[in-house]
């Protein structure tokens, strides 16, 4: 009996434990945020980097994947809209996410993957692995037939574009784990989104056909004009400003590069005449030239990759892995007095230029000079909206999440 009692308090004591509370699940409501100012992009990176990735390696690794997007996008044949939009994704992705927790081509895959399918130009997830291993695995490409289409232009042949790697050499097991883990991504960007589907990629690049129009342009000034549209969207001007903003700052550049050429000149003054922009575009003058600095800085930073001394043992070149931006290929072919050593001063000259209207321009109006929204960063209101999306932190619940979409 005694044996028994005690056995009871054992269990009496037991049972009077308090038992762990669980968390309670919570609502989470996220409002989707179309645009972000210059201060909200500067602190979401910056915390998004955190201490283990500097300023400059981002840069690199942001310029390094938004060429993968375009090569693999070029390589299975997607328009500019959807190789556009997959760059802005992969952009917005690490304003939330670290860049050192995730492997680039994966991210950048898994974008371009969602964007065809956001753009209605989707294919099979194997095939975006399949052409995503011609990059990253060069040693298993098999060459072209010999009657390969012949290449014009170099007298060579495009054998990049046709040759392809054989499914037999490629791990199945290897295959469907990174199938799996691009699902699981697409996932991600989609919540990163808001599930807002209403895309501004391919608005960019039909308003700077508009204002080409508008401004009377030259055939070859709208090429170019469209090159550097496609070329923003490796930078962060479309997640600040609105289309017609982005269209202009493009054809804003596109002209200051033609005049830097000995071109366009009255193309040039007729655009500076700004006075009528909030008007007909809704955009202000600072702005558009704030684009043109994002393009310009973009050009000067992948300078060096185009100059330096390429390895000649690659199977696959490095300006086919990573081809540069269209616009600044287009306005070297423009340049015939060496153009390799000119390409950093005359960029330098153009944006030391633009600085200087913008001072004569402020100074015509009696405004302070503001000469680009990056400058006012530190001193812009970076207070980051409550209902903004968050990755979901380890360890909570959360029963259901509302996506508003404004």
């Known amino acids: 009996m005694a044996m028994s009692a005690g056995n009871a308090s054992a269990g009496d004591s037991v049972e009077a434990e308090p038992r762990p509370k669980r968390p309670t699940p919570k609502i989470q409501t996220v409002v989707n945020m179309p645009y ?4 909200q992009i500067e ?8 201490n283990k990735m500097a300023a400059n390696k981002w840069m690199q690794t942001k310029m390094s994947a938004c060429a993968y997007i375009e090569a693999v996008g070029a390589k299975m044949g997607f328009p500019q809209r959807t ?17 050192s927790d995730f492997v680039l081509h994966e991210v950048a895959l898994a974008a371009l993957f969602t964007a065809s399918k956001l753009n209605d130009t989707q294919k099979r997830i194997h095939d975006f692995l399949m ?19 012949h290449d014009a232009e170099n007298g060579t042949y495009d054998w990049i574009v046709h040759a392809h790697v054989a499914e037999s050499d490629v791990d199945a097991e290897m295959l469907a784990q990174e199938r ?21 990629a391919p608005q960019n690049l039909r308003y700077v056909v508009k204002v080409a129009r508008r401004f009377q342009m030259a055939k070859s000034a709208t090429a170019l004009a469209w090159r550097i549209a496609c070329d923003s969207h ?13 269209a202009l700052g493009c054809v804003y550049t596109a002209v200051s590069l033609l005049h830097a050429c000995g071109e366009l000149e009255a193309c040039l003054e007729r655009f500076t005449q700004v006075s009528g922009w909030d008007d007909a575009w809704q955009a202000k ?11 310009l800085d973009l050009y000067v930073a992948q300078l060096p990759s185009m100059t330096e001394t390429q390895p000649s043992g690659r199977a696959v070149p490095l300006h086919v892995s990573y081809p540069p931006p269209l616009g600044l290929l287009a306005w070297r072919r423009m340049l015939t007095d060496n153009p390799a050593q000119k390409l950093d001063s005359k960029l330098t000259q153009i944006k030391i230029r633009l600085r200087q209207d913008a001072q004569q321009r402020n100074a015509a109006m009696a405004a302070p000079v503001r000469t680009s929204n990056r400058e006012d960063v530190r001193g812009a209101d970076d207070a980051l909206p409550a209902t903004m999306y968050t990755p979901e932190k380890p360890g909570t619940q959360t029963a259901a999440t509302r996506y508003l979409l404004y």
């Open 285 to 295: 003058p600072e702005d558009v030239e704030d684009v043109a600095h994002h393009v």
């Open 83 to 99: 190789i556009g939009t997959a760059q802005l994704l992969y952009q917005r992705f690490h304003l939330f996410y670290p860049p």
């Open 234 to 246: 490796r930078t962060y001007a479309p997640l600040i400003y609105p289309p017609q903003t982005v």
């Open 43 to 50: 602190r979401l990176s910056t915390r998004a980097r955190a």
């Open 180 to 200: 799996g883990r691009l699902l699981v991504l697409e996932r991600l960007l989609l919540q990163c989104i808001c599930f807002q589907f209403n895309l501004r």
């Open 131 to 149: 052409t995503s291993y011609a990059f990253r695995y060069p040693e298993l490409l098999h060459a072209p037939p010999s009657d390969t289409e």
């Open 36 to 39: 972000f100012t210059p201060a």
